[in-house]
């Protein structure tokens, strides 16, 4: 069964090369296991499971562990060999995955681990901006995201976040929309700034530490680029996913920008184009085109006799204006709007029809995605949901070095391909 592909020609379309079926309820992560044909996977079954794939093509559990709690997420650091799994109940695992991936040591009934690893961030103290870092069962419910950094001995339980090794600051996006910049010192964690922009819950983030790029991700469907190096303010909306965008992933090598959404939407963004950023809608007690008045404007309304109308904005100018004098629907990706929306008369007028070719190329999954990683170097990807299944895609043309891929590329689920 083909893809459904929306994109330009020259665009690759994935490949599925293995579906993973086993887990007994949602799948909460998934990754790569790097230089290796192996999975790693979570779920709220309670289970932790690592896939290797066998010769027939399948993937099948060579480690297979049960948790106490259901497990809410998951990091692993390939050259400890370490994974740290958050649970529902509060609690952190932490275990060691054996050089052949066949065994598994796991810390015993601890929720945190030892040996100065895990140090843990709590709720911000309420007299301040401090925030005090712990050992302890420092959470009290579900662990929604875990950063382990080798380096500073650190690992960063919180919600959806993200660190910067070099400068030891960390994101936190929470479920007002809001991002928090802290910097993350030996004994205390201060608040830096405040990042708003989304009109949903944060679900995602991913950070380039080359070009200091922050990409986050929303339950409004919407994906901002933080242009945090620049220090101008700046940041580009872009809008191309009917549901939640779930994961992210940034190909600072070819400038791209993949995103996931929990309908099983894929996205390929090319951020190596002159973007504009989008307006800041206007308010204004009248139509900035006809001047009519909106239906609050009651003196208008009197003085004119006129009912009042309801208050739109255009997507291009931002200016606030009615329905007559926005009637038409344009697409306009180079601010972002990959799928048609609402503009004004004029600035309708104004695109020319290369505005509106689209800088971005959508792809089924064909199944619903909670979580997305990224084997970048082997051009490889693996999702998963709450349909508990896990799908291996190849997100690139067949390489002309099996090397370069291992034996993905070669034995494609017993030698045939199919659409993800």
Known sequence: MAAEIHSRPQSSRP??????????????AALLIPKEDGVITASEDRTIRVW????????WPSIYHTMASPCSTMAYHHDSRRIFVGQDNGAIMVGTVGGDNRRCQVTPDLGLELHRLVQFLEEEKASGGN??????????????????????????????????LDTQHAFVGDYSGQITLLKLEQNACSV?????????????????????????????NSIIMWDIGGRKGRTLLLQGHHDRVQSLCYLQFTRQLVSCSSDGGIAVWNMDVSR??????LE?????KCEQPFFWNIKQMWDTKTLGLRQHH??????????????????????????????CDSCYDSIKDEDRTSLATFHEGKHNISHMSMDIPRGLMVTCGTD??????????????????????ISLVRGKTQSC
């Open 15 to 28: 490949v599925l090369l293995s579906k993973i079926e086993g887990h007994q309820d949602a799948v909460t």
């Open 52 to 59: 290797l794939k066998r010769d027939s093509g399948q993937y």
């Open 131 to 164: 925030w005090r870092r712990e050992q302890g069962g420092a959470h009290q419910n579900r662990v929604s995201a875990i950063i382990f950094s080798l380096a500073a001995e650190w690992v960063i339980s919180t919600g959806h976040d993200k660190y910067d």
């Open 192 to 220: 830096i700034t405040t990042l708003k922009g989304h009109e949903g819950s944060v679900a995602c983030l991913w950070w380039d530490p080359i070009q200091r790029l922050l990409f986050s991700g929303a339950s409004d």
């Open 276 to 281: 504009e950023e989008a307006p800041q809608w």
């Open 284 to 288: 204004s007690d009248s139509c900035q």
């Open 314 to 343: 255009c997507r291009k100018c931002g200016k606030a204006v009615c329905g007559k004098c926005s009637s038409k629907r344009s697409s306009y990706p180079v601010m972002g709007f990959e799928f048609q929306v609402r503009v």
């Open 388 to 409: 508990r299944v896990v799908k291996l895609v190849m997100t690139h043309g067949k390489p002309s070095s099996p090397s370069m891929v291992g034996m993905d590329a």
